[in-house]
């Protein structure tokens, strides 16, 4: 018990290290796309990087490409989901980023724009010039989902 209880902390503190490694230059350590094998920088406003608690690191070039990987492996418990900001292409946490849905700009990969931004009023900006609207992570996640069935149909 008392050795299983001390492995049990020792995973938890590795985890915790893993995932407080901050990802810097994420380009240049992963040049392309795990599935479709884009050039990340090229598509450097639209790309994402997940980080699993196995300690794995999954870069992609969209919204559609993180999708994949999320289906094929929703065994692994996701610690970090980053993605770039449509305007200035740094890495924001997914989750509390301002994305927007839609509009007439395609998107990368999905005919449906999703784009992410770091600020609200970058967000209402780009809705004001392309349309769309502002959805939280959950329902972009959702709105990619359906884009892969209707292209399958």
């Not at 050795?3 to 985890?15: D, F, G, K, P, Y």
């Not at 969209?62 to 980053?82: E, F, M, Q, R, Y």
């Not at 292409?89 to 849905?101: G, I, P, Q």
Request: glycine residues 10%.
């Amino acid at each position: 018990m008392r050795r299983t209880m001390h492995s049990m902390l020792m995973l938890t503190a590795v985890v915790c290290l893993i995932s407080a490694i901050p990802i810097t230059d994420d380009i240049r350590q992963y040049p392309e796309c795990k599935y479709c094998g884009m050039d990340r920088q090229k598509f450097g406003f639209s790309r994402m990087l997940l980080r699993y608690d196995d300690g794995t690191t999954v870069p992609t070039c969209s919204i559609h490409c993180t999708g994949i990987d999320l289906a094929l492996n929703p065994h692994k418990g996701v610690l970090v989901s980053l993605v770039g900001d449509y305007n200035s292409r740094a890495l924001l946490d997914a989750e509390k980023a301002f994305w927007v849905l839609g509009g007439d700009k395609m998107g990368v990969m999905s005919i449906r724009g999703k784009w992410a931004f770091g600020g609200r009023k970058d967000a209402e900006r780009f809705i004001k010039e392309h349309g769309g609207a502002i959805v939280s992570y959950d329902e972009v996640m959702k709105a990619t989902f359906e884009d892969m069935y209707e292209i399958l149909r």
